[in-house]
T-cell receptor
Framework: ETGVTQTPRHLVMGMTNKKSLKCEQHLGHNAMYWYKQSAKKPLELMFVYNFKEQTENNSVPSRFSPECPNSSHLFLHLHTLQPEDSALYLC???????????????FGDGTRLSIL | DAKTTQPPSMDCAEGRAANLPCNHSTISGNEYVYWYRQIHSQGPQYIIHGLKNNETNEMASLIITEDRKSSTLILPHATLRDTAVYYCIVRVNSGGSNYKLTFGKGTLLTVNP
C-alpha cells in the first residue's frame, strides 16, 4: 500500500471513446503528477500539479486533459486516443514546501490502458 | 541534467547482499541521488535518497562516493521479492519548486533461490 490509489487498474477503449482515469492520494501531499510508461520505454512525465495548479505540461497532446479539483485527487480525461497511446499511466504525489524540494514521489500501481 | 549509468542486469543469490552500482559523473552540488524499483505490473516504489552522506533505512543502504560521481544501493539480505528493475535517478529542477524524475532503463536485478 503506497498511499496512492489509481482506478481503474485496467481499461480497454476504442479510439472514439471518452474515459477518465482517477488518482487519489492519502499522504497529505500537495503535488501530484501523471507519468506514461510505454512498453520498453522509460517513464515519461506528462503533467505536474502543485497546490492544484498545473505547473508543467510536458508537450502532451490535447487528447489528454488533466484535472486536479483538490490536492488529493487527480484525473486524466481521455478522448479520441490513438493506438500508440496504449501504455501504463502512473500517478504520483509528493510534498513540496519551502526548501523541502528533495522529498520523494510516491507512485500508484497505474492504469493499464489499451486502445483498440 | 546529470545522467546516470547502470548495468542492464545483475544476479544475486537469495539471502546474500545485492550491491547495485550507479555512475553519475556529471552530478552537480545540489542534486540528490534517488533510488526506486519497479516490480512487474506495479508502479515504481521509492527506496532511498541522499545528497552526499551515506543513508540507511529499513529497506536498503545508499553509499555515495566522496566525489559524488557514483553510488551503490545495498540490499543487505536479498529475497525473491526483491527481483525488480532498480532505477538510479538524479533529481532535476523542472522549474519553480517542482522537480522532475527522469527515469532511465535501470538495472534488472534477479534474485535466485
Amino acid at each position: 500500500e503506497t498511499g496512492v490509489t489509481q482506478t481503474p487498474r485496467h481499461l480497454v477503449m476504442g479510439m472514439t471513446n471518452k474515459k477518465s482515469l482517477k488518482c487519489e492520494q492519502h499522504l497529505g501531499h500537495n503535488a501530484m503528477y501523471w507519468y506514461k510508461q510505454s512498453a520498453k520505454k522509460p517513464l515519461e512525465l506528462m503533467f505536474v500539479y502543485n497546490f492544484k495548479e498545473q505547473t508543467e505540461n510536458n508537450s502532451v497532446p490535447s487528447r489528454f486533459s488533466p484535472e486536479c479539483p483538490n490536492s488529493s485527487h487527480l484525473f486524466l480525461h481521455l478522448h479520441t486516443l490513438q493506438p500508440e497511446d496504449s501504455a501504463l499511466y502512473l500517478c504520483a504525489s509528493s510534498q513540496i514546501a519551502g526548501t523541502a524540494f528533495n522529498q520523494p514521489q510516491h507512485f500508484g500501481d497505474g492504469t493499464r490502458l489499451s486502445i483498440l | 541534467d546529470a545522467k546516470t549509468t547502470q548495468p542492464p542486469s545483475m544476479d544475486c543469490a537469495e539471502g546474500r547482499a545485492a550491491n547495485l552500482p550507479c555512475n553519475h559523473s556529471t552530478i552537480s552540488g545540489n542534486e540528490y541521488v534517488y533510488w526506486y524499483r519497479q516490480i512487474h505490473s506495479q508502479g515504481p516504489q521509492y527506496i532511498i535518497h541522499g545528497l552526499k552522506n551515506n543513508e540507511t533505512n529499513e529497506m536498503a543502504s545508499l553509499i555515495i562516493t566522496e566525489d559524488r560521481k557514483s553510488s551503490t544501493l545495498i540490499l543487505p539480505h536479498a529475497t525473491l521479492r526483491d527481483t525488480a528493475v532498480y532505477y538510479c535517478i538524479v533529481r532535476v529542477n523542472s522549474g519553480g519548486s517542482n522537480y522532475k524524475l527522469t527515469f532511465g532503463k535501470g538495472t534488472l536485478l534477479t534474485v535466485n533461490p
